[in-house]
């Protein structure tokens, strides 16, 4: 059974940083990515980075030349290096691995974890 197990949240003053990990668990493919998406309170998922399996990273606008996504491109690990936080930048960031089968679609989901930024 895949189990994706985030760490490394917390609360930090804006302006500070965090550094947000993702492992795999019982997995033995490589996922066409693998991704950290922020749900905001009260508001939507939204993506925020993610790793391709060949090593290419995409950000949201909103957190471009603040946060880095790092990892093992796309095996079983994905790092998020937050920089400069910001208070909206407040919410819970998952980890997410998706990869395309023949027939299905498989797409994993971590518990979550909270970040809080303070003003």
């Known amino acids: 059974q895949v189990q994706v197990v985030e760490s490394g949240g917390g609360l930090v003053q804006a302006g500070g940083s965090l550094r947000l990990s993702c492992v795999v668990f019982?997995?033995?493919?490589?996922?066409?990515?693998m991704a950290w998406y922020h749900q905001a309170p009260g508001k939507q998922r939204e993506l925020v980075a993610r790793m391709i399996s060949g090593g290419s990273t995409n950000y949201a606008d909103s957190v471009k030349g603040r946060f880095t996504v790092s990892g093992d491109n796309a095996k079983t690990t994905l790092h998020l290096q937050m920089n400069n936080l910001k208070p909206e930048d407040t919410g819970v960031y998952y980890c997410?691995?998706?990869?395309?089968?023949?027939?299905?679609?498989?797409?994993?989901w971590g518990q979550g974890t909270q970040v809080t930024v303070s003003s």
């Open positions: 019982g997995s033995t493919l490589t996922f066409d990515y």
């Open positions: 997410n691995a998706k990869v395309s089968g023949l027939y299905d679609v498989y797409e994993y």
